[in-house]
């Protein structure tokens, strides 16, 4: 690989894509995303943003790329036929099956993150019953890494955990060798393999290098967590549309919403709440929430006690499918009402970090956090008050952290 060469990573994230072009020495040299304009369910959606911001890259930085690595919503689902061709929407992450868990719990015998409610085994078992068994399941990063390849037979090990994939034996859970729709599940490649060179028709259309190599990339969430080079001693956290909070541990941590990855060769814990800062968008636009937080003080409590979540059910750090949002009393005023939810999200964070640490993971020295959140300082102040850590704020996007997966892919 030469000093020169340049690589590219893809972020699908709940909202948008972003694209990141890094050169050997990690240094970011260009980045753009776009917002899906009809949502997360929408796989065209996902393809015309990614043609979009394609076709924005300078054609001098174009010409340098020598491969690319992919990186998804961890758990969103899609029904295709043998040729990738979507059938339906994507089941987002989001959308649990209460209907399904007694299926769900005959199939696992340990607790983890595919035994949850909220993994990704109710939504295929509702993709087979809507759509039968000769249909093959991808999430949302496998699903676009075979589209560049025009090969949709593999799947990143990181994305299909949630589906109950074993990184420890690399292999599916005992039960799955019975179920009949085994075949509908990819084959699993780990992270920084090469899937395949990009297919001559979609590097026509998008104006890449016909040599360009696919690296097999990782989730969204683990993206966020490479591009912020963590020490051993570092929690993250990702405050995006949801808060994930993950750290490096020594062996996989055990129970229900935990996800073990492997990740540049050691093992990366953690859980996602389905809250996060999507949640304040439903109240108030980011303008809005930019003027009242500068009428915050972050050192007093509101004394509120809200649970701020979108909709019913929560996946970490509680697994409880019918678990309440609490979103009243609303005072009269904003100011004090956004302070009560930076609380609720602040105090839901606290719990995640007191859930790993009581799992076997040391609690974290510093948090280091990215996302569109991070950027608020009156929610670090409310965060580090609630958690008792200091906060360390990144601003590198996660497309940069799947693109240094594509530099160790080669």
Same mark, same amino acid.
């Given at each position: ?8 990573? =893809?972020? #699908? ?7 990141? =072009? =890094? ?8 980045? &753009? ?28 930085? @174009? ?28 089941? *987002?992450?989001?959308?649990?099956? *209460?209907?399904?868990?007694? @299926? ?20 295929? #078992? ?75 028709? @979609? ?17 969204? &969430? ?20 949801? =808060? ?7 062996? *996989? ?26 949640? #304040? #968008? ?46 009243? *009393? ?81």
């Amino acid at each position: 690989m030469l000093n020169n060469s340049l690589v590219l990573g =893809i972020d #699908l994230g709940t909202s948008g894509v972003r694209i990141a =072009i =890094i050169n050997t020495n990690k240094k970011i040299l260009f980045t &753009s995303s776009k917002k899906y304009s009809k949502g997360l369910e929408i796989s065209e959606d996902w393809i015309n943003c990614l043609k979009t911001l394609m076709q924005e890259i300078p054609k001098d930085l @174009k010409e340098e790329l020598v491969s690319c690595s992919v990186a998804g919503t961890s758990g969103t689902l899609l029904a295709c036929k043998r040729n990738g061709e979507p059938i339906g929407k994507a089941l *987002p992450y989001f959308l649990s099956f *209460p209907e399904y868990s007694y @299926k769900i719990e005959k199939l696992f015998t340990k607790e983890c993150a595919g035994s949850s409610i909220s993994g990704s085994v109710g939504r295929a #078992l509702r993709l087979l019953t809507l759509y039968g068994n000769e249909i093959i399941l991808r999430h949302q990063a496998d699903w676009i890494s075979g589209w560049l390849i025009n090969n949709w037979e593999y799947g990143e090990e990181g994305n299909n955990i949630r589906m109950g994939w074993e990184i420890s034996n690399s292999s599916w859970p005992e039960n799955f060798q019975n179920l009949k729709w085994l075949k509908c599940l990819p084959k699993i490649i780990p992270s920084g393999q090469i899937m395949g060179d990009i297919c001559t028709k @979609k590097a026509n259309e998008l104006g890449l290098p016909k040599s360009l190599q696919v690296i097999a990339g990782t989730t969204d &969430s683990n993206a966020g967590v490479l591009a912020t080079f963590p020490n051993k001693n570092d929690g993250i956290t990702i405050l995006g549309s949801t =808060i994930v909070i993950k750290k490096f541990v020594n062996k *996989p941590l055990e129970g229900k919403g935990i996800s073990n990855h492997k990740l540049l060769g050691n093992w990366l814990s953690g859980g996602a709440s389905n809250t996060g800062a999507a949640i #304040l #968008l439903d109240f108030f636009n980011l303008e809005y929430i930019e003027e009242l937080s500068k009428q915050i003080n972050p050192n007093k409590s509101t004394g509120l006690n809200l649970l701020p979540l979108s909709s019913q059910g929560e996946r970490f750090p509680i697994d409880d499918p019918n678990l309440r949002p609490k979103l009243e *009393p609303r005072p009269v005023s904003d100011s004090l009402y956004l302070h009560a939810l930076f609380e609720g999200l602040a105090k839901i964070e606290a719990r995640g970090w007191q859930k790993l640490n009581e799992l076997g993971a040391d609690l974290p020295r510093q948090i280091i956090t990215i996302g569109g959140g991070a950027k608020n300082i009156t929610w670090k102040k409310i965060r580090e008050r609630e958690i008792g850590i200091p906060i360390k704020i990144c601003n590198r996007p996660p497309a940069a952290g799947v693109a240094s997966i594509a530099l160790m892919g080669l």
